[in-house]
């Protein structure tokens, strides 16, 4: 926590000291996300987690604090989560039929990105650049679906988590790193970004489980947008 308030206050210093004539910019953003979760106590060749793909959307707004140095702040609007799926073939008649059972665990809420943007290139055309820092992390709300494929695929169950005891840590912080490029037109740009976020602290509280399960989200983004600069 110590640190994350140092960097909030770097960057805090840094909106204050910049120009007043800065350019500011605000960019409405969409895209996909893949997550997944790392775990300390669950071994991960007994059970597979695999990626779920979600969609998110959100809005950025940033400040110029030098020529090719800008801070980054705003909302993002997220589903995450994991998927446990496991198949087996049913010979009926001679005819091998595929049958699975998968559970996704997804959880919906939103980030709030504190970060820095350096500009490697940036013409009158494009803009290519790097950008890190953290998001701030919350969990809105959380389920389980549970579904069965046989030739088609049909719900078995749906059950909502609750996320209000301490058995679940809300807030998070996760490790934002990332690169994009700008295409300008005229005071807006269409953007692409690809970006990795991995959570510095644990969503399930180890206080409240016998094992240390240390469930952690990791996630690639890929979003587009538009922006416009005043």
Same mark, same amino acid.
């Given at each position: 926590?110590?640190?994350?308030?140092?960097?909030?206050?770097?960057?805090?210093?840094?909106?204050?000291?910049?120009?007043?004539?800065?350019?500011?910019?605000?960019?409405?953003?969409?895209?996909?996300?893949?997550?997944?979760?790392?775990?300390?106590?669950?071994?991960?060749?007994?059970?597979?987690?695999?990626?779920?793909?979600?969609?998110?959307?959100?809005?950025?707004?940033?400040?110029?604090?030098?020529?090719?140095?800008?801070?980054?702040?705003?909302?993002?609007?997220?589903?995450?989560?994991?998927?446990? /799926?496991?198949?087996?073939?049913?010979? *009926? $008649? @001679? !005819? #091998? &039929?595929?049958?699975?059972? +998968?559970?996704?665990?997804?959880?919906?809420?939103?980030?709030?990105?504190?970060?820095?943007?350096?500009?490697?290139?940036?013409? /009158?055309?494009?803009?290519?650049?790097? *950008? $890190? @820092? !953290? #998001? &701030?992390?919350?969990?809105? +709300?959380?389920?389980?679906?549970?579904?069965?494929?046989?030739?088609?695929?049909?719900?078995?169950?749906?059950?909502?988590?609750?996320?209000?005891?301490?058995?679940?840590?809300?807030? @998070?912080?996760?490790?934002?790193?990332?690169?994009?490029?700008?295409?300008?037109?005229?005071?807006?740009?269409?953007?692409?970004?690809?970006?990795?976020?991995?959570?510095?602290?644990?969503?399930?509280?180890?206080?409240?489980?016998?094992?240390?399960?240390?469930?952690?989200?990791?996630?690639?983004?890929?979003?587009?947008?538009?922006?416009?600069?005043?």
């Amino acid at each position: 926590m110590k640190k994350l308030l140092t960097l909030n206050q770097i960057i805090g210093l840094l909106f204050i000291f910049s120009s007043a004539f800065a350019q500011n910019s605000i960019t409405a953003i969409g895209g996909f996300t893949q997550s997944n979760i790392t775990t300390q106590g669950i071994n991960q060749s007994f059970i597979d987690f695999k990626p779920l793909i979600n969609f998110h959307t959100g809005l950025y707004y940033e400040r110029e604090l030098t020529q090719k140095l800008s801070a980054r702040s705003g909302a993002v609007f997220t589903k995450r989560g994991f998927r446990i /799926s496991e198949s087996f073939s049913l010979d *009926i $008649g @001679g !005819i #091998n &039929i595929p049958v699975g059972v +998968s559970v996704n665990t997804e959880i919906k809420g939103f980030t709030i990105p504190i970060a820095l943007k350096y500009d490697f290139m940036d013409d /009158s055309n494009m803009k290519i650049y790097g *950008i $890190g @820092g !953290i #998001n &701030i992390a919350r969990a809105q +709300s959380a389920q389980i679906q549970t579904t069965a494929n046989a030739l088609f695929d049909f719900n078995l169950s749906t059950i909502d988590i609750d996320l209000s005891g301490s058995a679940f840590n809300r807030w @998070g912080t996760e490790a934002l790193i990332g690169a994009g490029v700008e295409l300008n037109r005229g005071n807006g740009f269409y953007m692409a970004e690809l970006n990795y976020n991995h959570s510095l602290n644990d969503f399930t509280n180890d206080q409240t489980t016998i094992i240390d399960v240390g469930v952690r989200n990791k996630s690639w983004s890929l979003s587009i947008g538009y922006g416009i600069r005043f």
